[in-house]
Each structure stands twice: as structure tokens, then as C-alpha cells.
T-cell receptor, first 115, second 112 residues
Framework: EPEVTQTPSHQVTQMGQEVILRCVPISNHLYFYWYRQILGQKVEFLVSFYNNEISEKSEIFDDQFSVERPDGSNFTLKIRSTKLEDSAMYFC?????????????FGEGSRLTVL | EDKVVQSPLSLVVHEGDTVTLNCSYEVTNFRSLLWYKQEKKAPTFLFMLTSSGIEKKSGRLSSILDKKELFSILNITATQTGDSAVYLCAGRSTDSWGKLQFGAGTQVVVTP
């Protein structure tokens, strides 16, 4: 069964460093998302991406964050200068383009620890 | 501000018991409510509910939506240890298909 894959599964970084989290969405999907879950808290929406541009972003997604689809398969989340509060599990998700298919398919997540 | 509230926060049951999980929502321009199961990492999809009063069923799991009272329930009958997980519900508005507003989840522990 097709799945969303994410790398790395866990990354430890120093505060102020840049981090890139990578995702390979399901191949025929057209909409891509990043969510995050701080330990013990709710899953929170960060950003949605369609047709090579951001379609919506949350207040969390400030100038330190960026997303990119550099080729036909990868979808990346970059955090330019990490802060302690960026420590979280980051989930990538994708869905097909059909309007009536509302399910989001989530990856296994990338755990980011900022020291 | 949109919000989704789940209850209880956690519960422990014995194998074979039935559990009922609750999800109330306040979502502007509400479109649908989704249930996910989160065992260790990735939330996995269970149900999407759009219409009131129509039960969705998958094996021992079922769910229903009440758009008048703004809540949904997820039932698990004849629970098994493999049902132990965090169950998440999420609301979606018509304005945004991908932006799900998640609740805090209900942790279910099924003991042998």
C-alpha cells in the first residue's frame, strides 16, 4: 500500500542551526501538508502546499519556516534557525486531488530535538 | 476560534469491553469530522463523517455525527489489546480541506 515516507526519523540539533525535514508524499497526490505535535500537545497544522505554492499557513509558520518541492517527489520543511520550542514531532501528509476524497495520509513523522 | 474537545482524556478497559469516545466541535463553516488512530507515530485514518445521523462502520469500530448538537462519537466493541492507542478527532471547514483542527485525543488502554 502506498505510504508517505519521512526522513530523518529523529534529528537532534543545536539551537540556531538550520534543519531540513524531508517527505516523499504518495505519488499521485497533489496536496501536501506539514503538521507538528509538541510532546503532550495537540497535532497542529503548519502549512498546506498545492501547485508549487503555499495555499495556507498557520500563525506558527513564521519566517523561520519554509517549504519546497524541489523535484517531482520530495517535499521539504526547512527551519532556518531552530529554537528550543521547535522541538516536536513533525508530520508530513498528503491527499489526492479529488474534492470528495478528504482523507489525509500521514507519514511516520520526524522527531526534532533542539538543544 | 475553532476548537475540538475530546473526552475522556484517557480510559482503561478490559479486553471485550465496549468503549465510547466523544468529540465535540466548534468549527466555522464546518464540513466534516475525521477520526484517526495514533498508535506510536503516524495517525492512521478511521472515518470521515459529513452527514448527520449516518453511522459509518468498519469491523468493530463505528462512528456517527450529530451536526445539530455538534458532536461525534466513536464506538469500539469487543475491544482487543491492539485497540490500545490514542484516538484523535479533527474538524474540517469548507474553507480549507487540508487544515484539520485536532482535539487533544483520547488515550485508550485495553488490558488483557
Amino acid at each position: 500500500e502506498p505510504e508517505v515516507t519521512q526522513t530523518p526519523s529523529h534529528q537532534v540539533t543545536q539551537m540556531g542551526q538550520e534543519v531540513i525535514l524531508r517527505c516523499v508524499p504518495i505519488s499521485n497526490h497533489l496536496y501536501f501538508y506539514w503538521y507538528r505535535q509538541i510532546l503532550g500537545q495537540k497535532v497542529e497544522f503548519l502549512v498546506s502546499f498545492y501547485n508549487n505554492e503555499i495555499s495556507e499557513k498557520s500563525e506558527i509558520f513564521d519566517d523561520q519556516f519554509s517549504v519546497e518541492r524541489p523535484d517531482g517527489s520530495n517535499f521539504t520543511l526547512k527551519i532556518r534557525s531552530t529554537k528550543l520550542e521547535d522541538s516536536a514531532m513533525y508530520f508530513c501528509a498528503s491527499r489526492p486531488g479529488q474534492v470528495n476524497t478528504g482523507e489525509l495520509f500521514f507519514g511516520e513523522g520526524s522527531r526534532l530535538t533542539v538543544l | 476560534e475553532d476548537k475540538v474537545v475530546q473526552s475522556p482524556l484517557s480510559l482503561v478497559v478490559h479486553e471485550g469491553d465496549t468503549v465510547t469516545l466523544n468529540c465535540s466541535y466548534e468549527v466555522t463553516n464546518f464540513r466534516s469530522l475525521l477520526w484517526y488512530k495514533q498508535e506510536k507515530k503516524a495517525p492512521t485514518f478511521l472515518f470521515m463523517l459529513t452527514s448527520s445521523g449516518i453511522e459509518k462502520k468498519s469491523g468493530r469500530l463505528s462512528s456517527i455525527l450529530d451536526k445539530k448538537e455538534l458532536f461525534s462519537i466513536l464506538n469500539i466493541t469487543a475491544t482487543q489489546t491492539g485497540d490500545s492507542a490514542v484516538y484523535l478527532c479533527a474538524g474540517r471547514s469548507t474553507d480549507s480541506w487540508g487544515k484539520l483542527q485536532f482535539g487533544a485525543g483520547t488515550q485508550v488502554v485495553v488490558t488483557p
